[in-house]
């Protein structure tokens, strides 16, 4: 724990982290200021009216009259102004650095540009099946330091390449990179500055966990975990065995569950539930709450859900598939009875979509592009069409579903450039599916 009693410390960014960060400031009787460059911040209502607060901009006199500055992982410490205190020996930190300065009990930390947060929840769900008290928060659900206002036995935290740029003191009992694809290259230089960002998650860890099938998941030299295990679906500690056309979850040679048992469908989800098992293991998660949760878990919404299903055409709503990887993970190893119907399109960030060119480039795959980088995405095949709309896209491929088909909302892009958030789409996506009845 560290003493910030008397110290000026500077929040940049309201909303719940911003609130959060503020509480345990005050707690700590520091002289707390908020900034934030929005002219009207979400949350500046809920701010205690004694602190300060500058909206707009970045003060730079604020920034350098500060002993610290905890700043928002939605800026990026490039920034002018930050390097700037940098530069006067002002400390930056994030929410998270915070955190783990203080948390007393066991950090199992999950990052990776795809399947994080689907890992995460399963993981809280085998440590509460297993009778432990388990603080789910980081870059899912609640802020990290709201979390240690409850007497939890374990923390789960899902963490972003913009949360690990700026911590320092984790130290998780275990860790993993689950895999690395292009994503955020708006704000990266290149994709290994984006990689290096990520294994920040395993400096000093205990166990680090790695993607047998994913190199860029691999330790460097300068990451200092004490062991190391894998998944893959084959040739790793944790892989998948076939057998009489069947596949089981494996751990060595322990025999964990038949992937028929679990709720989770999909090669990728598979993969994910291996991660979960390594890293439940490792943090000592007794197996029977391992089995139950993933005889339980149903997987988080707007990740490759069944939204909807009528006259034999399912109705897919992936709208968290937010960059090209995670396209890629939805799209490897499908296998469907009739023609795929995908949707595509948004805010690419920048992406390279080619390699999803090979794997849309097929006879029964049919695409429908839209938004912002829609022209780009329709490029890649030669059976695309292009579209203003997602709602025009169904509204075009409809009629001509028959029985077998899919409908795949697997966008590849952020929403932002027409929906407020990813989950927006996928209810847009879920409700437009349900029309299908009526029509």
Not at 108 to 128: C, F, P, Q, R, W
Not at 160 to 167: A, D, G, I, P
Not at 314 to 342: C, F, M, P, Q
């Amino acid at each position: 724990m560290k003493d910030y009693q008397g110290k000026n410390i500077t929040v940049i960014g309201l909303g719940k982290t911003g609130l959060s960060c503020v509480d345990f400031l005050t707690a700590k009787k520091a002289n707390v200021r908020v900034i934030d460059t929005r002219k009207i911040p979400a949350g500046a209502e809920q701010l205690d009216k004694s602190i300060p607060l500058h909206t707009g901009s970045l003060n730079q006199q604020w920034l350098l009259e500060s002993d610290m500055i905890v700043i928002s992982p939605g800026l990026s410490v490039k920034t002018a102004e930050i390097q700037t205190a940098l530069s006067a020996g002002v400390e930056v930190v994030g929410d998270i650095e915070l955190f783990c300065r203080e948390a007393a009990k066991p950090v199992i930390a999950i990052t990776g540009s795809n399947g994080k947060s689907t890992v995460t929840a399963l993981v809280t769900e085998m440590g509460k099946a297993a009778g432990l008290s388990v603080g789910m928060g980081g870059n899912i659900g609640i802020p990290a330091l709201s979390l240690l206002n409850e007497n939890h036995d374990l923390y789960v935290l899902e963490l972003s390449s913009f949360q690990l740029e700026t911590t320092y003191s984790l130290k998780a009992t275990a860790a993993t990179v689950l895999n690395v694809t292009e994503d955020h290259m708006n704000r990266y230089a290149d994709l290994e500055e984006y990689r290096q960002a990520k294994l920040n998650i395993y400096h000093h860890c205990q166990t680090a966990v790695i993607n047998g099938e994913d190199p860029l998941t691999k330790e460097d030299d300068k990451q200092s975990a004490q062991q190391q295990v894998s998944f893959a679906e084959n040739n790793a500690d944790y892989w998948l065995k076939t057998e009489n056309g069947k596949k089981y979850l494996m751990a060595k040679d322990e025999l964990i569950l038949a992937c028929d048992e679990i709720k989770l469908t999909g090669r990728h989800n598979h993969m994910n539930a291996l991660a979960a098992i390594a890293l439940a293991q490792a943090a000592g998660i007794k197996n029977s709450g391992i089995l139950t949760a993933l005889r339980t878990f149903p997987g988080l919404a707007h990740r490759f859900q069944l939204a909807h299903m009528a006259n034999g055409v399912r109705w897919v709503n992936d709208s968290k598939a937010t960059n090209v990887g995670s396209t890629v993970a939805a799209l490897t190893g499908l296998h469907i009875e009739g023609k795929l119907h995908l949707l595509l399109g948004g805010d690419g960030k920048g992406a390279d979509f080619s390699e999803l060119e090979k794997l849309i480039n097929k006879p029964e795959i049919f695409c429908y592009c839209f938004g912002q980088d829609g022209a780009h995405l329709a490029k890649l095949s030669s059976q695309s069409q292009l579209f203003n709309t997602m709602e025009q896209a169904i509204e075009t491929l409809r009629p001509t579903l028959k029985p077998g088909d899919m409908v795949l909302l697997s966008p590849a892009c952020a929403s932002l450039d027409q929906f407020a958030s990813f989950e927006k789409r996928g209810e847009e996506f879920t409700r437009l599916a349900k029309l299908s009845v009526a029509q």
